[in-house]
């Protein structure tokens, strides 16, 4: 167990993220107009589109949306509560390396799943507007791809400029993944449920609800997607340390 004082410590790199991410947030939402402008700049935009930066596979883990607190307090708070710990357990250095991994990878995974379905989603989203049925307006968007239709190529064009995806969730649940690899049997609270959890049973059904959520398409303003993606690149970096036999200690090199 960590000590009341060492519990509390905030060590720099976990210090330093919380602090760039909320600087961010706030400026989203305090200096009008700069909002729009942060999340076209830095937010992760589907690499087929016009917007797409790649430096955006890092920034984009630094905004967040500006509507709503809930989003980076809940990342923050995740990022705070366990990635402190494996700070002081890895040494900020070796931390920064994972947390990084984790984002990128989460960033990676978005890109693919873009790839393989903006196309359907654009035809889902377009059909019943005009009362077609998915089908019958695939046949025409495909069509209009083949004929080089200037309108159709507009409107697509448009579409991969609104793929976005922002939020420091991919690496956060990356972090909760290696808290439950450290410290698998560790007892913890879910709010609003008073029986403690084991540590790596609760990360276990984060990545299923996550995977359900998913492919079901609940809730489609969140990239379940890109949560999976940094848990998976989080998962191959561990077990690779877990194999040099340095997961629990620091070192020198990665």
Request: aromatic letters at 14%; glycine letters at 10%; hydrophobic letters at 55%.
């Amino acid at each position: 167990m960590i000590g009341n004082a060492q519990g509390f410590r905030m060590p720099p790199a976990t210090r330093n993220i919380i602090i760039i991410n909320v600087i961010v947030w706030l400026a989203e939402v305090c200096i009008p107009g700069f909002g729009n402008t942060i999340l076209r700049t830095l937010g992760l935009h589907f690499y087929a589109s016009s917007a797409f930066n790649p430096l955006q596979i890092v920034t984009y883990a630094f905004v967040h949306d500006s509507h709503t607190i809930t989003h980076v307090l809940f990342n923050m708070f995740t990022l705070w509560m366990f990635g402190r710990t494996l700070e002081m357990v890895w040494g900020t250095k070796r931390f920064l390396f994972f947390y990084f991994v984790c984002a990128i990878g989460a960033a990676l995974v978005q890109e693919a799943v873009w790839a393989f379905t903006w196309q359907d989603d654009y035809i889902r989203a377009i059909a019943p507007v005009n009362g077609l049925t998915f089908d019958h307006a695939k046949e025409i968007v495909l069509r209009g791809i083949a004929d080089h239709d200037p309108s159709l190529a507009e409107g697509l064009a448009a579409y991969k400029r609104a793929l976005l995806t922002v939020g420091a969730s991919g690496a956060v649940f990356g972090l909760l993944l290696g808290f439950a690899f450290v410290f698998p049997n560790l007892p913890l609270y879910i709010m609003f449920i008073p029986v403690p959890i084991k540590a790596k049973y609760m990360v276990a059904g984060y990545a299923v609800i996550e995977l359900f959520l998913g492919v079901s398409g609940r809730m489609d303003s969140v990239a379940h997607y890109a949560h999976l993606g940094g848990m998976i690149f989080a998962l191959a970096l561990l077990l690779w340390w877990k194999k040099k036999g340095t997961l629990n200690g620091r070192m020198n090199g990665f």
